[in-house]
C-alpha cells in the first residue's frame, strides 16, 4: 500500500486539534452556563420588579440557546470529521463517539508526537 504524506498528516491533526479544542470549549461553557442556570434564575425570580425580572430570564434564555446552539454545531462538525487513512469518521463508533488521538476504525494517530515520527519517516502507511 500506499503512505499518507506527513503534510497531509500535519494539516489533518491541526485541524482536528483546533476542532476538539473548540467543541471542549463550547461544552465546558454549556455546562457552566447550565450549573449557573439555577442559582441565577431563582436570584432573578425574587426580583421585585417583572419587567426587569422577565428581561433577565429572557436574556439568560437567548444566551443558553446559543450556548447549546454552539455546543451541537462544533460537536456536530467534531463527529463528521473524516480520518485521512479510512475516510470514515474519525471519533464515530456504534459504541462510543468520544474524541481521542486514534482513529476508531484504522487506528491513525493525530497527536503532534505521531506528526513528529510521521514527518521523521516520511508518512504513514495508508493500510
Ligand atoms: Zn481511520
Given at each position: 500500500m500506499g503512505k499518507l504524506d506527513w503534510q497531509d498528516l500535519e494539516f489533518a491533526s491541526g485541524r482536528y486539534t483546533r476542532l476538539r479544542r473548540r467543541s471542549r470549549r463550547w461544552h465546558l461553557t454549556f455546562l457552566l452556563t447550565a450549573l449557573l442556570a439555577i442559582p441565577l434564575l431563582a436570584a432573578a425570580g425574587a426580583l421585585p420588579y417583572p419587567v426587569v425580572r422577565n428581561l433577565l430570564v429572557a436574556a439568560f434564555a437567548i444566551g443558553f440557546l446559543g450556548q447549546w446552539s454552539g455546543t451541537l454545531i462544533t460537536w456536530s462538525a467534531l463527529t463528521r470529521f473524516p480520518c485521512?487513512?479510512?475516510?470514515?469518521?474519525?471519533?464515530?463508533i456504534w459504541w462510543s463517539s468520544w474524541p481521542t488521538d486514534?482513529?476508531?476504525?484504522?487506528?491513525?494517530n493525530l497527536s503532534p508526537s505521531a506528526v513528529a515520527r510521521a514527518r521523521e519517516n516520511g508518512g504513514v502507511e495508508l493500510s
Open positions: 485521512p487513512r479510512c475516510g470514515r469518521r474519525f471519533i464515530m486514534r482513529c476508531k476504525h484504522s487506528g491513525l
